[in-house]
């Protein structure tokens, strides 16, 4: 199991993917710090010392505790800082001291569990209601079945790569169970339970594990070099956005794990799972860049105009789809907020 806090930088030092204790700021906005530099007090031009911190353990400590229901009172308060509290008692303090505050604090739960979002940073005085909406029923900190509702997901579980946080239980995935944005043919990456994982991975190479499937086009087992090449060669075009399949099969290594979706996934790749051969990165990025600058010189050979509104396109304001057809950036954004297919082919996208 993991030591380290994967994808988290500390915003002093700038180490990336540190390990040790993660110490989240609850009055900052996206602000964490290694354990090194919270020892030694550091501070920002926003970032005081006295603000409340929540000192969340590294993954494979983590679990332990979760094995442990009465080992869970590891949430601090963000509005008094404090401490030693579980859902059910931090919103009951919540209730009791702060329902009448008005500043901005971050959720400790969702902070230690990586599912803040875009919403992460909220308004104090709907703190409670955040609590009692989004975690006051939680039976534990497994993932749960966006189908049947089971809580926590018991077995294999079949994550999609496209949705934001869509998991299915095998019972459901083999069903096809699908949902207003989710359809059966979404590409999902297959999970291990942690434990089997665990096992079926000890002692075997890197390359060796092809686990892991594109989440533009659903071809699988996959390894890390593999998807990478893959992506760079047939998808380095794609800018929308998508769950990278090793971080979201990484969870295994901590439950609390949450893979946010990423927009440009080779980036993502390069920073995050690409340790060694340089050489080969600097290959995929070339052929990448030779694609998206094909597809500009194409759009500019053709002389097209985006269907949307009907006006010509220059070669810097278009965005090409998977389907090949382009449109001016903006548009086919605003198409894209309310719709899942290509405007022209109905293709989906």
């Not at 339970?193 to 002692?203: Q, T, V, Y």
């Not at 956005?241 to 969870?251: Q, R």
């Not at 810097?316 to 198409?335: A, F, G, M, P, V």
């Amino acid at each position: 199991m993991s030591e380290i806090h994967w994808g988290i930088v500390c915003d002093h030092c700038e180490k990336a993917s540190f390990g040790g204790f993660r110490v989240a700021c609850l009055v900052c906005r996206d602000y964490d710090l290694c354990e090194e530099c919270h020892r030694k007090k550091r501070v920002s031009l926003n970032h005081q010392a006295y603000h409340p911190m929540l000192m969340i353990p590294p993954p494979k400590k983590m679990n332990e505790i979760l094995d442990h229901p009465e080992q869970t009172r590891i949430f601090r308060c963000p509005n008094c800082g404090d401490g030693n509290f579980n859902v059910q008692e931090l919103s009951a303090h919540c209730l009791e001291y702060h329902s009448y505050k008005s500043c901005k604090v971050r959720c400790p739960i969702c902070v230690t569990f990586r599912t803040e979002g875009r919403k992460g940073w909220i308004a104090e005085d709907t703190l409670l209601l955040h609590l009692l909406a989004s975690h006051q029923n939680d039976k534990g900190f497994g993932t749960k079945c966006s189908s049947c509702k089971a809580d926590p997901i018991v077995g294999v579980r079949m994550a999609c790569l496209i949705c934001k946080r869509h998991d299915l239980c095998e019972e459901c995935h083999s069903k096809k169970r699908f949902s207003r944005k989710h359809r059966s043919y979404h590409p999902v990456q297959t999970i291990l339970p942690p434990n089997e994982m665990e096992r079926s991975l000890k002692d075997v190479h890197q390359d060796e594990i092809r686990i892991f499937r594109c989440p533009f086009c659903g071809d699988d087992e996959l390894n890390v070099r593999e998807l990478i090449g893959h992506c760079g060669k047939y998808h380095a075009s794609g800018h929308y956005l998508v769950h990278c399949p090793i971080c979201i099969s990484e969870e295994w290594q901590s439950d609390v794990w949450q893979s946010e979706q990423t927009r440009n996934i080779l980036r993502h790749l390069k920073w995050l799972h690409f340790d060694e051969n340089v050489d080969r990165w600097d290959e995929v990025e070339s052929e990448a860049r030779s694609d998206e600058e094909k597809n500009l010189e194409d759009i500019e050979s053709e002389d097209e105009k985006c269907c949307i509104c009907q006006e010509s396109m220059k070669a810097e304001d278009c965005r090409k789809l998977t389907c090949s057809h382009s449109y001016h950036r903006e548009c086919i954004n605003q198409w894209l907020r309310d719709n899942t297919s290509c405007p022209n082919c109905r293709a989906e996208v």
